[in-house]
T-cell receptor, first 118, second 115 residues
Framework: DVKVTQSSRYLVKRTGEKVFLECVQD?????MFWYRQDPGLGLRLIYF???????EKGDIPEGYSVSREKKERFSLILESASTNQTSMYLC?????????????????FGSGTRLTVV | AQKITQTQPGMFVQEKEAVTLDCTYD???????LFWYKQPSSGEMIFLIY??????QNATEGRYSLNFQKARKSANLVISASQLGDSAMYFC????????????FGKGMKLTVNP
């Protein structure tokens, strides 16, 4: 019954490595999001996509890029991992139309990837 | 820009008591939605309740209700009859109307229910 799947639950990478975090949803949602969660800071939006090949920067895009080649898949890329990117990363998807708000826009989150950069 | 403020870093409540989690917001959007999510220690984000800015009545979902005061820009979550399983992080969030409704979150607060 898993609807938003993040490829890894835990990752350990070295400083300077290129890191790919993958997210797949099976609900045919238009919107997909990448958030970063740090204690005391809540969830902060890194990037989001409202259609295939479309992307917009969120609040903290520096050091990250994204790719959405297919509707169901949204990848977060750390071009050169740094220790300050050690965090929990959450992927989410949602409906686009406003009138879907009754069920909370259908926002669904993945279980998260805890990334440690050493 | 949208902003969510949760000022309570943590709360303790006795089992079976009611508890109110505070949330204030700021937005220039004429139409918006307010959300509450629960995050237990396992890490998943669980949707609890939604309130639309033009809804005439406060939202309710089982033991959860949202005390929406539009003029004060507050959207407090009320949990009635707390259970041990309610111990978790709670996040208030909002999204404005538009083509891509991105959720903006508060910093969260930790609720601990004591037996």
């Amino acid at each position: 019954d898993v609807k938003v799947t993040q490829s890894s639950r835990y990752l350990v990478k070295r400083t300077g490595e290129k890191v790919f975090l993958e997210c797949v949803q099976d609900m045919d949602h238009e919107n997909m999001f990448w958030y970063r969660q740090d204690p005391g800071l809540g969830l902060r939006l890194i990037y989001f996509s409202y259609d295939v090949k479309m992307k917009e920067k969120g609040d903290i895009p520096e050091g990250y890029s994204v790719s959405r080649e297919k509707k169901e898949r949204f990848s977060l890329i750390l071009e050169s991992a740094s220790t300050n990117q050690t965090s929990m990363y959450l992927c989410a998807s949602s409906y686009n139309p406003w009138d879907r708000a009754r069920d909370g826009y259908g926002y669904t989150f993945g279980s998260g990837t805890r990334l440690t950069v050493v | 820009a949208q902003k969510i403020t949760q000022t309570q870093p943590g709360m303790f409540v006795q089992e079976k008591e009611a508890v109110t989690l505070d949330c204030t917001y700021d937005t220039s959007d004429p139409s918006y939605g307010l959300f509450w999510y629960k995050q237990p220690s396992s890490g998943e984000m669980i949707f609890l309740i939604y309130q639309g800015s033009y809804d005439q009545q406060n939202a309710t979902e089982g033991r959860y209700s949202l005390n929406f005061q539009k003029a004060r820009k507050s959207a407090n979550l009320v949990i009635s009859a707390s259970q041990l399983g309610d111990s978790a992080m709670y996040f208030c969030a909002m999204a404005g109307q538009g083509g891509s409704e991105k959720l903006v979150f508060g910093k969260g607060m930790k609720l601990t229910v004591n037996p």
